[in-house]
Structures are given as C-alpha cells and as structure tokens.
Nanobody, 121 residues
C-alpha cells in the first residue's frame, strides 16, 4: 500500500512562512495530477493548488500569489510553500496524488494523512 506522509505543519505568526512536504513511500511510475487541499474548522474541504503532469499550476484565489506548489520526483515529494500566511489559512492541509505505481496499473487517488497549520499570534 502506497502511503503519503505529510510533514511541515505547525504554528506560525501572521506574515510568516511554512513549507509542507508530502512524501510517498514508493516511487510512482508516473503522476497525472497532484494537489493540496485544506479544511478549516467548521468549513468544507477546499482545493488550494493543483499541479498537472505537464507542470501547469492552478491556485485558489485566496492563496494566489502567496502559495507555490511543486513536485520533486527524485525525492518522491510534493511540496506547498506558503508565504505571508494569514489567520484564515488555518486548516488541516491534505496532499493528493493521482498516479500510477506500476506501468500497467490504472491511476489511483492517494491522500496524505493531513497536517495542521495554525496561523496565530
């Protein structure tokens, strides 16, 4: 079973920065699309950023210009660099990977366990 392990969450002051990492337990044969989602207390889960296999990125309006999604295949990691953090960014963040573990396997959605990000004084 492939696992996505998230690290990098924590407490940060408004205006600060954090980088979240999502590391797979094995190398993917290929990856179709990757993304980060978040769920704030009392809110629905929302898409934060996506990264296609071709390298195109898309960001939700609230984080556009502040967050950067990237993938490092050599390290089997997906990252989310978060700058100028705001209290409204407080949420549990989840990484998502749509990919193939084996050459002949169908694509499958993999999810991280979630990591808490708290932006507060």
């Amino acid at each position: 079973q492939v696992q996505l392990v998230e690290t990098g969450g924590g407490l940060v002051q408004p205006g600060g920065s954090l980088t979240l990492s999502c590391t797979a337990s094995t190398t993917f044969f290929n990856i179709g699309q990757s993304g980060w989602y978040r769920q704030a207390p009392g809110e629905q889960r929302e898409l934060v950023a996506t990264l296609t296999e071709s390298g195109d990125t898309n960001y939700a309006d609230p984080v556009k210009g502040r967050f950067t999604i990237a993938r490092d295949n050599a390290k089997n990691t997906l990252s989310l660099q978060m700058n100028n953090l705001k209290p409204e960014d407080t949420a549990v963040y989840y990484c998502n990977v749509l990919g193939r573990v084996f050459r002949l396997s169908p694509p499958y959605d993999y999810w991280g366990q979630g990591t808490q990000v708290t932006v507060s004084l």
